[in-house]
């Protein structure tokens, strides 16, 4: 079955540090998701992508932050300089198509990223 | 309460047991989901439940969905060790196809 993937697992960087973190969504999906979760906490949306722009993103997701979709398989995550307060569990997610809403969004296994 | 908040916060019961964990939303969704994490580990979809029904199973899950309550229930029958997990609901908004909003989760403890 497909799935979507992330690279790395886990992510040390120093703050200030410039931090990139990849995700393969599933080969057939078009819309793509940032979320993720300080430890113990829920799950925070960051940022929704289709069809090469943001579409929707959070009051977390400011200027530090970008996406991409550089080539046609893989969705980043750039993080300009990193805070302690970054220090969490980044899930990618795609979603088939919106057009009909019924459709799960499927998660990757998440980066954890620790700032020190 | 915030938008897709479980309850109870935690769950411990027995081996072999029925574990409910219940969800309240508040704005007008187009399909709610459960999702079940280990801990420290990813996300995994259980069930999507979409507006328009009120029951759906999946194997040894059932979930409800009130919509008139805004509120979904899952239940875990004959509940196993490898259950112990923690389990969210995700709403998305009815005006809005893009983001889900999670709630903080109920943490489940399967006893053996």
């Known amino acids: 079955e497909p799935e979507v993937t992330q690279t790395p697992s886990h992510q040390v960087t120093q703050m200030g540090q410039e931090v990139i973190l990849r995700c393969v969504p599933i080969?057939?999906?078009?819309?793509f998701y940032w979320y993720r979760q300080i430890l113990g906490q829920k799950v925070e949306f960051l940022v929704s992508?289709?069809?090469?722009?943001?579409?929707?993103k959070s009051e977390i997701f400011d200027d530090q932050f970008s996406v991409e979709r550089p080539d046609g398989s893989n969705f980043t995550l750039k993080i300009r300089s990193t805070k302690l307060e970054d220090s969490a569990m980044y899930f990618c997610a795609s979603k088939r198509r919106a057009l009909v809403r019924d459709y799960e969004q499927y998660f990757g296994p998440g980066t954890r990223l620790t700032v020190t | 309460s915030q938008q897709g908040e479980e309850d109870p916060q935690a769950l411990s019961i027995q081996e072999g047991e029925n574990a409910t964990m219940n969800c309240s939303y508040k704005?007008?969704?187009?399909?709610l989901q459960w999702y079940r994490q280990n801990s420290g580990r990813g996300l995994v979809h259980l069930i999507l439940?979409?507006?328009?029904?009120r029951e759906k199973h999946s194997g040894r899950l059932r979930v409800t969905l009130d919509t008139s309550k805004k509120s979904s229930s899952l239940l875990i029958t004959a509940s196993r060790a490898a259950d112990t997990a923690s389990y969210f609901c995700?709403?998305?908004?009815?005006?809005?196809?893009?983001?889900?909003?999670f709630g903080k989760g109920t943490r489940l403890h399967i006893l053996p």
């Open positions: 080969s057939n999906h078009l819309y």
């Open positions: 995700a709403t998305d908004n009815i005006d809005r196809d893009d983001k889900i909003i």
């Open positions: 704005t007008s969704i187009n399909n």
């Open positions: 992508f289709y069809n090469n722009e943001i579409s929707e």
């Open positions: 439940i979409r507006s328009n029904e």
